[in-house]
């Protein structure tokens, strides 16, 4: 009684989480168990992680988002997620108020990672966001919504940029939070996922 455990998470890491996310000592805790559980080698792979997209989605191709989704939590570029990404990652996207929630967009949208987010760019993150809509469901979108390049179309009008422009984090998330048929457009990740 009374001994620390080595599988338990390290006051560094604890005391870092406490202060980069809302969430409590005794909740963090509690994520790592469960991290621990699901996850016993401690780090996530890409291919663990599209598996649980797979589950998430099942009706359709998430695997391209997924990559997408693992690149912007791969915040060493060491092709794992370690706890602390994996719960940064989870406080962002689900607990974070809008703007922190737009700063991660603008991470998953800036797929080369140079800070700054092209037309080209938003066309590929909406591609693998339309592939995560099923089949049948593709049918009932409105006509200028029914193809990944229109809703890149309408997602880059947004940001009153030229095609070959580029947009950075502040205009990203100004954006966006001032359009909400845009936020609807890149929102589409969090009702299931
Ligand atoms: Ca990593
Ligand atoms: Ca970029």
Same mark, same amino acid.
């Given at each position: 009684?009374?001994?620390?455990?080595?599988?338990?998470?390290?006051?560094?890491?604890?005391?870092?989480?406490?202060?980069?996310?809302? %969430?409590?000592?005794?909740?963090?805790?509690?994520?790592?168990?469960?991290?621990?559980? $699901?996850?016993?080698?401690?780090?996530?792979? &890409?291919?663990? +992680? $599209?598996?649980?997209?797979? /589950?998430? %989605?099942?009706?359709?191709?998430?695997?391209?988002?997924?990559?997408?989704?693992?690149?912007?939590?791969?915040?060493?570029?060491? *092709?794992?997620?370690? +706890?602390?990404?994996?719960?940064?990652?989870?406080?962002?996207?689900?607990?974070?108020?809008?703007?922190?929630?737009?700063?991660?967009?603008?991470?998953? +949208?800036?797929?080369?990672?140079?800070?700054?987010?092209?037309?080209?760019?938003?066309?590929?993150?909406?591609?693998?966001? %339309?592939?995560?809509?099923? &089949?049948?469901?593709?049918?009932?979108?409105?006509?200028?919504?029914?193809?990944?390049?229109?809703?890149?179309?309408?997602?880059? /009008?947004? %940001?009153?940029? *030229?095609?070959?422009?580029?947009?950075?984090? *502040?205009? +990203?998330?100004?954006?966006?939070?001032?359009?909400?048929?845009?936020?609807?457009?890149? $929102?589409?990740?969090?009702? /299931?996922?």
């Amino acid at each position: 009684m009374g001994n620390s455990k080595s599988g338990a998470v390290s006051k560094e890491i604890l005391e870092e989480l406490k202060l980069n996310t809302k %969430f409590s000592e005794t909740e963090i805790v509690q994520w790592y168990e469960n991290f621990k559980k $699901q996850c016993p080698s401690g780090r996530i792979t &890409k291919e663990e +992680f $599209q598996n649980i997209y797979r /589950k998430f %989605f099942p009706d359709s191709d998430a695997n391209t988002y997924a990559h997408h989704v693992f690149r912007s939590f791969d915040a060493n570029d060491d *092709g794992t997620l370690d +706890f602390k990404e994996y719960i940064i990652a989870l406080h962002m996207t689900a607990t974070g108020k809008t703007t922190s929630k737009l700063e991660w967009a603008f991470s998953l +949208f800036d797929v080369d990672k140079n800070g700054y987010i092209t037309k080209s760019e938003v066309t590929e993150i909406c591609t693998s966001i %339309f592939k995560l809509i099923p &089949k049948d469901e593709v049918e009932d979108l409105p006509e200028d919504e029914n193809t990944p390049e229109k809703r890149a179309n309408k997602l880059w /009008k947004v %940001f009153e940029k *030229g095609d070959d422009d580029r947009v950075a984090e *502040g205009e +990203f998330v100004q954006g966006l939070l001032d359009n909400e048929d845009a936020l609807r457009l890149i $929102q589409l990740f969090h009702s /299931k996922a």
